[in-house]
């Protein structure tokens, strides 16, 4: 069935309306995704992972009352959530949420079943559209040859419409897109202004199979998301080089008039494989701000200028 060719040119990231690093309430996560429904969003991507089912919980009640047929829904599989004893603790994997549930790696064909019928429940759905196998990366044989067959016959049956991985890295994307038929990857930070690996070595591989591709992470965790270059690069300090380069960038970005995060969004989607650019956000404030950064024009000469610079492949 294919990812649908209407999806839009960018989607909404449901992490950090599961309590990525910080706590958000429901009736801020509920104003998120509203703001992006009406700004024109109509992809919304989720996972288990993302605050132990409380992302999928949420969008599912925020989507609850839009026609079903007007948006595409994403989630993963390979996490399967299971009681914990960890008691009153916290999430000790990024979100802030009590630790009554843990993560257990399961890329069998059951587990995947499994993973998705949990996922349909906390969704409040009985579809949903992608289904990307996700961070398989010290599970390639089982997610392979259990997984991806698995999916693939949800997928013939008609139960999903979609599948594929999503992963933060590009080399076993590659594999993937080599040796299976999936219809779409996510590549988190592997295809952005500083940092090209995916551009170079999936990109090319995506268009001449047919398989499209969302590209996540474009802020590289945040050095990218403001104009001065101050924050994370892959969740840790960013290295001195990067943080220079990424400065560079910028002030070859204000000759144009266009602001780091800007050019960030609009990158990606220069590439003929890449169909949507998917931004994570948890407030309707961030909501707008992206989407006022995406409808902002980039002139070609920007891109230029920075490829004459070496700052872009």
């Known amino acids: 069935m294919g990812v649908s060719a209407d999806i839009g040119r960018y989607g ?4 950090p309306i599961g309590n990525l690093f910080t706590a958000v309430d429901d009736e801020t996560a509920r104003a998120a995704v509203d703001a992006a429904y009406e700004a024109g969003i109509r992809l919304f991507d989720t996972a288990p992972h993302y605050g132990l089912g409380l992302s999928e919980r949420r969008l599912g009640a925020a989507l609850a ?3 079903r047929d007007s948006y595409t829904l994403s989630t993963k599989v390979g996490r399967l959530l299971v009681p914990s004893e960890a008691g009153g603790s916290r999430d000790a994997e990024g979100f802030d949420v009590p630790a009554d549930l843990r993560r257990v790696r399961d890329y069998s064909r059951d587990g995947v ?4 019928d949990e996922s349909l429940g906390r969704l409040g759905l009985d579809r949903v559209d992608i289904v990307l196998i996700h961070d398989p990366d010290d599970h390639w044989e089982q997610a392979v040859s259990e997984a991806y067959p698995a999916l693939a016959e949800l997928r013939d049956q008609g139960v999903v419409g979609a599948i594929g991985a999503g992963m933060n890295q590009w080399e ?3 594999r993937f897109v080599r040796e299976t ?5 996510m590549l988190a930070g592997r295809h952005t202004l500083l940092d090209q690996s995916g551009t170079r070595g999936l990109l090319p591989l995506c268009a001449e199979r047919g398989v499209r591709v969302l590209a996540a992470g474009v802020f590289n965790s945040g050095l990218l998301a403001t104009h001065d270059a101050s924050g994370t690069y892959d969740y840790a300090p960013a290295p001195g080089p990067l943080l220079a380069r990424a400065r560079r960038i910028a002030r070859v970005c204000e000759r144009h008039g266009v602001t780091l995060p800007q050019a960030a969004l609009a990158f990606p989607l220069r590439h003929p494989a890449v169909v949507s650019v998917v931004a994570g956000a948890r407030s309707a404030a961030e909501v707008t701000r992206n989407a006022a950064l995406a409808a902002a024009p980039v002139p070609e000469a920007l891109w230029t200028d920075l490829a004459a610079e070496g700052l872009v492949g």
């Open 12 to 15: 909404f990231g449901a992490g």
């Open 113 to 116: 079943r499994r993973s998705l």
């Open 65 to 67: 009352d839009r026609p």
């Open 181 to 185: 038929d999936m219809d779409v990857v």
């Open 172 to 174: 076993m994307l590659a």
